[in-house]
C-alpha cells in the first residue's frame, strides 16, 4: 500500500517562499518517479513538476522554471518542492503524486495521490 503524506503548505504574501515535503510510506520510493500537481478551485488539475526515481531527471511547467524547485531524499522517501516567488493566482491544493514509471511526464501515469496540501497566496 502506498501512501504519501504532504506538509509545508500555508498562507504566504505575494513574493514569499514555502517548502512543501512529502513523505512516501514502501521501499521501493526510488524506483519511481514523483510530481507535484496543483488544482486551484474551479481549475483543472495542473502538472507542476517531476523528478525520476533516481534525481537525475526533472521537468518543470513552463509556468514555475526558474521559481519553482523539486529534489528527492530517498534515504528518507521524501519528495520536495521549494517555492520561491510566489504568485496570488498560484494559491491552489498543492498533491504530491508518486508515477508507475522511473521518470514520466505524463500525468495519466501518476497512480498514486496524497491529500493535498493548501496553499494561499495574498496580494
Known amino acids: 500500500q502506498v501512501q504519501l503524506v504532504e506538509s509545508g503548505g500555508g498562507l504566504v504574501q505575494a513574493g514569499g517562499s514555502l517548502r512543501l515535503s512529502c513523505v512516501a510510506s514502501g521501499l521501493t520510493f526510488s524506483a519511481y518517479a514523483m510530481g507535484w500537481f496543483r488544482q486551484a478551485p474551479g481549475k483543472e488539475r495542473e502538472f507542476v513538476a517531476a523528478i525520476s526515481g533516481s534525481g537525475g531527471r526533472i521537468y518543470y511547467a513552463d509556468s514555475v522554471k526558474g521559481r519553482f524547485t523539486i529534489s528527492r531524499d530517498n534515504a528518507k522517501n521524501t519528495v520536495y518542492l521549494q517555492m520561491n516567488s510566489l504568485k496570488p493566482e498560484e494559491t491552489a491544493v498543492y498533491y504530491c503524486?508518486?508515477?508507475?514509471?522511473?521518470?514520466?511526464?505524463?500525468?495519466?501515469?501518476?497512480?498514486?495521490w496524497g491529500q493535498g496540501t493548501q496553499v494561499t497566496v495574498s496580494s
Open positions: 503524486a508518486r508515477s508507475t514509471r522511473y521518470y514520466s511526464t505524463n500525468p495519466v501515469e501518476y497512480r498514486y
